[in-house]
């Protein structure tokens, strides 16, 4: 059976009160699963709602319906947040206290013990590249530092979970490219499973294994990253200018679209090897005549289509 | 309890960092020593005068220390620190007594510093030795930081830091007039601590005795009435989205 790190369940929030009526729900009945060492993205235009759940799923807002789990237990089991490492959207820690105080006191929040605690401190500084700046205010630093110590007291517990809420905001290159290799290591090294969202689409693409897109609070769509962008398995497009490569091919194809005279598009099951090895054998045979192209779609096209399809779809 | 003291070393850390505490003290040194210049005004009670002063500048201090939280909450929960806090093993109890007990500890530091130059000052102008009740008096004084900190907490969660200081400096001016306004239950029904308990500035200044059993009564009712307010304010705080 498949295990599940974050589960939710009809989850809604509904910011209106009898003072101030909200035109719809900031998050409205999301039901999503994510398995175990993933790495997460949680996509949506600015409005759809991650924060909010994210939030929920930390325990810093109450939903107004619904259910939500973290690492099987309730999403406001205080002693499951030792497990947990969260970077919130805006970091911001105690301006004077220096990086080593405030990542002493977040040990001591995660139960770090007292011989562990300074050695462990000392690791994420490095990690994070920061130890030069170990001794200094926090209130002093930039906001691409305060990012990177808001990773480091994220990842300071080893996390089987780490949840992330636009992590690459604030970061040059530089800090974005080290962001992903120590998002990639957690999974690597500690089989952490990794949640975040994230405005920056080509990082999503190239880090992240399931992906959710979110709109005004609804769900689009949740999955495999792979399966969602090569439209459910329709994985492989041949390029056919060859009427004996299209006989021999059209028997597997599942679809077949005719470009132009003495050129067609064959679309094939993906995970078909007996399908891939007829390919392989026609492209040697064919050459340049039969050609494969990924029929996969760019995360970002993706995206807008999504989102403009169900813009649409509530305008009408 | 390791989780209150984290959060409490950091807000200790926070006030006793700021200059401004220090300056304060050093004003306060200052106007007690000032107090020895007034032999002719006083009609040569400048003596008592000095040990009055001392009380209620004091006392003021402790109640200066005390609103920096009223301050530090609301800006913690609007800039996200509390959030990143309590997304760590913290219950939001243990946030706001940790921040109950920070406060406590950094009044206790200012107002045992500001005691202290004060004894030095009274015994260095008028060569005499400190009196026991005056040793008293100033420590009650610091007990009573116990309730207000639990007050300035109440306030910073409910209410914006904008009216969260305000609120809580009437509180506290309430609960040190509560002789006076239990005539009134409109007004005082019990609900505000009563300060007064803590107030025994005239036995440091006429050297009254202070019996042993009423401070202790008095510091056990100051810790019971903190453990409630604080109790009560984590019911609220406990409904509240921290956005």
């Known amino acids: ?316 | 309890m390791g989780e209150i003291i984290a959060i409490a070393s950091g807000t200790w850390k926070n006030i006793l960092r700021m200059k401004v505490v220090y300056f304060l003290i050093v004003c306060v040194w200052i106007l007690v020593g000032i107090a020895s210049m007034y032999e002719i005004l006083t009609i040569g009670y400048h003596k008592p005068l000095m040990m009055d002063v001392s009380l209620v500048l004091n006392a003021i201090a402790a109640s200066l220390t005390v609103l920096s939280v009223t301050f530090e909450i609301p800006r913690e929960l609007r800039q996200g620190v509390a959030a990143t806090l309590l997304t760590k093993s913290l219950g939001r109890t243990q946030y706001l007594a940790g921040k109950a007990v920070g406060i406590c500890v950094a009044g206790a530091v200012i107002c045992t510093l500001i005691a202290a130059g004060s004894f030095v000052i009274y015994s260095q102008t008028f060569a005499v030795t400190i009196a026991g009740t005056m040793l008293k008096a100033q420590l009650m004084l610091i007990i009573s930081i116990i309730p207000m900190s639990a007050m300035a907490v109440f306030f910073a969660t409910i209410f914006p830091e904008v009216v969260a200081p305000v609120l809580t400096i009437l509180a506290i001016w309430f609960s040190y007039s509560t002789g006076i306004l239990s005539h009134i239950p409109v007004l005082y029904g019990g609900i505000l601590p009563n300060l007064d308990f803590f107030n025994f500035r005239s036995h440091a200044v006429y050297l009254h005795p202070i019996p042993g059993f009423y401070m202790i009564l008095a510091t056990l009712w100051g810790i019971a009435y903190a453990l409630f307010l604080l109790m009560f304010t984590s019911f609220f705080f406990k409904a509240k989205d921290i956005k």
């Open chain 1, 1 to 316: 059976m498949e295990e599940f790190i974050i589960q939710t369940e009809e989850l809604t929030k509904d910011y209106s009160s009898w003072l101030r009526k909200t035109p719809r729900p900031a998050l409205d009945r999301l039901t999503i699963s994510i398995p175990k060492n993933c790495i997460f993205g949680f996509l949506g235009p600015n409005g759809a709602g991650k924060t909010t759940t994210i939030k929920i799923l930390m325990g810093l807002i109450r939903p107004t319906g619904g259910k939500a789990m973290v690492l099987g237990k309730p999403y406001d089991d205080v002693e499951s947040k030792n497990r947990i490492g969260f970077l919130p959207d805006s970091p911001a820690f105690t301006p004077t206290l220096s990086a080593t105080e405030f990542l002493d006191v977040c040990a001591r929040l995660l139960k770090i013990p007292g011989e562990r605690r300074k050695k462990r401190i000392e690791e994420v500084l490095e990690i994070v590249r920061m130890t030069q700046h170990a001794k200094a205010k926090i209130g002093t630093f930039s906001r691409g530092m305060l990012q990177r110590i808001g990773i480091a007291q994220a990842i300071l517990n080893d996390p089987e979970l780490l949840i992330l809420d636009e992590p690459l905001l604030g970061l040059d290159p530089y800090g974005r490219q080290e962001f992903k290799e120590i998002i990639l290591g957690q999974k690597r090294d500690f089989h952490a499973s990794v949640f975040f969202s994230s405005h920056i689409l080509s990082d999503v693409e190239e880090i992240c294994d399931c992906i959710s897109i979110l709109n005004k609070g609804r769900l689009l769509c949740s999955g495999p990253l792979q399966t969602l962008l090569s439209g459910g398995g329709k994985g492989v497009t041949v390029d056919v200018r060859s009427e004996d490569a299209l006989r021999e091919l059209v028997v597997f194809a599942k679809q077949t679209n005719r470009i132009a005279d003495g050129e067609w598009e064959l679309l094939f099951e993906q995970k078909d090897p007996a399908v891939e090895a007829k390919i392989n054998e026609l492209v040697g045979r064919f050459g340049d005549r039969v050609q494969i192209r990924s029929a996969n779609e760019e995360l970002e096209s993706f995206f807008f289509k999504k989102i403009e399809q169900d813009n649409a779809a509530k305008m009408n």
